[in-house]
């Protein structure tokens, strides 16, 4: 997986009170015709070099903010700033902008090289300015040898590098990508989004990247934010909504979760005791800011962060009974689904430690499950 | 059982062929007739092409008929082009769907109710404002251009349809303003449709006897007309030398634009 290298300055850009944000989203609205929101009122800050993303299922109004950023819709409320210029009413063709879209759009009619000539043509640039800037982007995308086949000569992966060649071509100060590699094969996905992250640690573009595939979004961004019906749910590093979800939602769109129902019974400083039908002790769980007792929540648990036992432990805490139901192995982890006696189905992983054809578990075993104070977190919303 | 079957659909199937295609074959093979008499055959010639060429009504009726039939199909393509993108590029004007009839509505309109009411309106025109000042070439194109520019649109629609709308948004977002995208996206893209629309609206003008019967004038008489007039007054041999050379023009357009529409069908669905 592609792990960002970072300067340390641009990963806590955000946490900087006083940074300067790149590009600024005000209260931006998007109304369609006919009333819906597609977008509504989202707020930004994204700061320069990033590599942002914005997660959604389809229809969350993820690609409708990335078109507004592009100037391919209009803002119905709300401004959009870039180094401090409103672009809002700007018109696509003078944003200091530009977009790889999800179907590349390369022109049928042009040549790879013209294709990504095509921007710079626009610029007014020489002629001999225009065909270095080509070349240097062709190396880039490794796509030098196809610089004269049309792009129904390409295949799917070769399309797209030339997308992202003519995208970057201008040197925009924004990159925005719609779904940039929803096209592509699974293996050609994964080579792609390294090399795609690889690409702009060189080229130091802030990226905007749609996707409504969460793995692609937690491996490729530095920051990232979880968007349904036209609202922005949380935003935050992938580790920060991957361990600290805010809600329900994101914990449960991010990566498998476990959710117990409870409300709270005892409230110390920084920990809190949950009574839950779905448990047979109490839960404990840390949580920084205090809750009033008798306050329903929600505890989210990972399948990873669970803990297979012999036994119940001895403080009844933290704990949960049941039988494997069905084994997912992976190769290098194994999936439990463990039917509880209360009717729940929990899902354990299990890394696969020692080599062996069959897991240390099996269908219809008898098992305690337990967690750490610390291993998830507990949810209000 | 299917050799049964197969004999039968080739039967079926030939004389589908000869019921459209003999009354053809027997001009152009007429057409080489040595004798007088259109029904006799008197041995292979091709001295009715040689007189044709040195027949001046012919000749003059000949060169009118290409002179409109190439100004009818530019401007048809002009005008079906602006009127196909309008339909496919602004999908929420009020009157669209009005619109959407009124573009269709030659393709299925009588000739004969064309041809009268482009005469009544010229016959107004010229009393209310003096122009078209009488009946010509002038008034032939006009109406040869109302019912080809409807041609055009349909085929120009359908490509245009197809057109990935991203196209032109990635060419805005490259920095093209949108006259621009028009002239170095959308035109290169869809000239297969424009040229398979300016042929077929050559051909239908060059075919069209009707319409130009009623809005023609003295001085202006096409290529159709000159044909069934001569054909009123006794058929000469001359005729059907000069109507095979007709079909061996307008079969070579149709079967151009067909090929174009075909590879571009064709490369669309890639």
């Known amino acids: 997986m592609p792990q960002q290298r970072r300067d340390p300055a641009i990963l806590e850009a955000w946490q900087d009170p006083d940074a300067r944000p790149f590009l600024e989203i005000q209260n931006v609205t998007k109304v369609f015709e006919g009333g819906t929101y597609a977008v509504d009122d989202v707020s930004l800050r994204i700061y320069k070099g990033e590599f942002f993303s914005l997660l959604g299922a ?35 063709y003078e944003r200091p902008v530009n977009m790889m879209f999800q179907s ?7 040549s790879v090289e013209q294709n990504v000539a095509f921007g710079l043509k626009q610029e007014r640039l020489s002629g001999r300015e225009i065909r270095s800037r080509v070349s240097e982007m062709l190396e880039l995308v490794h796509m030098s040898e196809y610089a004269r086949r049309r792009p129904d000569q390409l295949s799917g992966g070769q399309r797209q590098r030339v997308a992202l ?17 929803g096209a592509l094969d699974r293996k050609l996905r994964e080579r792609t989004q390294f090399e795609l992250v690889n690409i702009q640690e060189r080229v130091g573009t802030t990226f905007i990247m749609v996707t409504h595939d969460q793995e692609e979004a937690m491996t490729m961004s530095s920051r990232l934010a979880v968007m349904d019906a036209g609202r922005i749910l949380q935003v935050g590093t992938p580790s920060e909504i991957y361990e ?32 839950s039908d779905d448990t047979p002790g109490e839960i404990v769980m840390y949580h920084a800011h205090p809750l009033a007792i008798g306050t329903p929540v929600t505890v989210a648990l990972r399948p990873e962060k669970l803990r297979v036992m012999d036994e119940p432990p001895s403080d009844d805490r933290n704990w949960i009974q049941g039988t494997v139901r069905e084994i997912g192995y992976l190769g290098d982890v194994s999936i439990y689904h463990v039917g509880t006696d209360r009717n729940r189905t929990v899902q354990v992983q299990v890394t696969n430690r020692a080599r062996r054809t069959a897991g240390p578990l099996t269908w219809d075993d008898s098992v305690f499950l337990g967690w750490d104070t610390d291993a998830g977190v507990v949810l209000t919303a | 059982m299917t050799g049964r079957r197969s004999f039968w659909l080739f039967t079926a199937l030939a004389f589908g062929y000869a019921f459209l295609y003999l009354p053809i074959v027997t001009l152009i093979v007429y057409s080489f007739n040595d004798s007088r008499l259109v029904t006799v055959w008197g041995g292979f010639s ?6 044709l060429f040195r027949n001046e009504q012919i000749l003059s009726a000949l060169w009118l008929s290409v002179r409109i039939a190439a100004m009818t199909a530019t401007l048809a393509v002009i005008l079906g082009t602006l009127a196909a993108l309008t339909l496919v590029r602004f999908t929420h004007f009020r009157t669209r769907m009005l619109f959407a009839g009124m573009v269709a509505a030659p393709l299925v309109m009588p000739e004969v109710i064309l041809g009268l009411s ?28 109302t019912f080809t520019s409807a041609f055009v649109a349909v085929i120009v629609q359908s490509r245009l349809s197809q057109l990935d709308v991203n196209l032109e948004e990635a060419a805005m977002d490259l920095g093209a303003r949108p006259w621009k995208v028009f002239f170095v996206i959308i035109l290169p893209i869809i000239s297969p449709a424009l040229i398979a629309g300016w042929l077929l609206g050559f051909t239908l003008s060059m075919d069209d006897l009707v319409i130009a019967s009623f809005v023609s004038g003295p001085g202006a008489t096409t290529l159709p007309m000159v044909v069934y007039s001569s054909v009123r007054l006794g058929v000469s041999p001359q005729v059907n030398a000069l109507a095979t050379l007709i079909v061996v023009v307008v079969a070579t357009g149709v079967i151009i634009a067909g090929w174009l529409l075909h590879r571009q069908a064709r490369r669309a669905g890639r």
Not at chain 1, 78 to 91: A, N, V, Y
Not at chain 1, 104 to 110: D, G, I, K, R, V
Not at chain 1, 165 to 181: M, W
Not at chain 1, 256 to 264: K, T
Request: glycine share 8%; net charge positive; charged share 20%.
């Open chain 1, 58 to 92: 389809s229809g969350c109004g993820k690609s409708t903010l990335l078109r507004m950023l592009a100037g391919l819709e209009r803002c119905t409320q709300g401004r959009i700033l870039i180094e401090g210029q409103d672009i809002t009413r700007m018109p696509p």
């Open chain 1, 104 to 110: 590349y759009a390369l022109f049928p009619h042009m």
């Open chain 1, 165 to 181: 060649a003519r995208s970057l071509a201008k040197h925009p100060k924004l990159l925005l990508l719609d779904e940039p590699l």
């Open chain 1, 244 to 275: 600290y979800p805010a809600s329900r939602f994101v914990a449960g769109f991010i990566g498998a979760v476990n959710l117990f129902e409870g409300r709270v019974v005892t409230a110390e400083e920084d920990r809190v005791v949950i009574q």
């Open chain 2, 46 to 51: 091709t001295r009715w092409y040689a007189e």
């Open chain 2, 118 to 145: 482009a005469l009544l309106m010229f016959v107004t025109l010229e009393q209310a404002i003096g122009w078209p000042p009488g009946r010509g070439m002038t008034t032939i194109t006009i109406a040869h251009v």
